[in-house]
């Protein structure tokens, strides 16, 4: 996977690019990617990559000329996608982490900056992704989120296969309650099924569980999961 990630501000990726899974992943080429400033792009003795709104408002704009020369400037892969991070798009979620991990070899993502970007710039995008509804001061984090939950997906990231499955979203219901040694810490215990060796007992409570918690905390959730039941079930 080549994630070509469109930014006014690289050296944020830094740290996030040597730690972690994501470090491991790019030192095995299980990913590559690679940071294009569109600042690099510009025609102008300033290098300006910003202007004032036509019609006035408060705030600049990002101008599309940087931003379509830097895009043009890389290589085509055959299945590519370019992303606008922007808080009018779809909602990350985990079915578009696998959808892009699955389709796709080249994903090309822009992180808009200041008041947004030129619309223009939406020829260029096949979609426009949000972190969620809330502001951030640019595409930054949201990108780094993005290609964060992508690379995890991966083959050869996680070593268990398995744990990206059993894990919350990956079935429509959050995570079932998890403990480790030791068994009574501060006097809370682990709950006596997880020490019972029972492995059936324990499927059953860790599902009774994944459906307790998701009615507590994401109902909205919990509701789309039971009519998915019930339609497999027709």
């Not at 690289?10 to 899974?21: A, R």
């Not at 290098?47 to 704009?61: A, F, I, Q």
């Amino acid at each position: 996977m080549r994630f070509d990630i469109v930014t006014l501000f690289p050296d944020c990726f830094t740290s996030v690019l040597n730690t972690g899974l994501i470090g491991k992943a790019l030192a095995k080429q299980i990913a590559q990617v690679h940071l294009i400033n569109p600042r690099d792009f510009t025609t102008d003795k300033h290098r300006k990559v910003d202007d004032e709104p036509y019609g006035g408002g408060v705030g600049m704009l990002m101008k599309p000329e940087p931003i379509f020369a830097a895009v043009e400037s890389l290589p085509i892969l055959h299945r590519r996608e370019v992303i606008l991070m922007s808080p009018q798009g779809q909602t990350m979620n985990q079915p578009l982490l696998r959808e892009l991990a699955t389709n796709y070899d080249q994903l090309i993502v822009i992180c808009g900056h200041y008041e947004g970007v030129d619309e223009r710039v939406l020829h260029l995008v096949d979609r426009e992704v949000s972190l969620g509804d809330f502001i951030l001061t640019g595409g930054e984090i949201p990108a780094m989120a993005l290609m964060n939950g992508v690379v995890r997906l991966l083959p050869g990231t996680v070593a268990k296969v398995e744990s990206l499955t059993a894990e919350s979203f990956e079935e429509g219901l959050l995570d079932y309650p998890q403990y480790t040694r030791p068994a009574v810490f501060r006097g809370w215990k682990v709950p006596e099924v997880l020490l019972s060796g029972n492995h059936a007992a324990i499927a059953q409570w860790r599902y009774e569980q994944q459906i307790s918690r998701t009615r507590l905390r994401r109902p909205d959730l919990l509701k789309s999961w039971e009519e998915k039941q019930r339609e497999q079930g027709e």
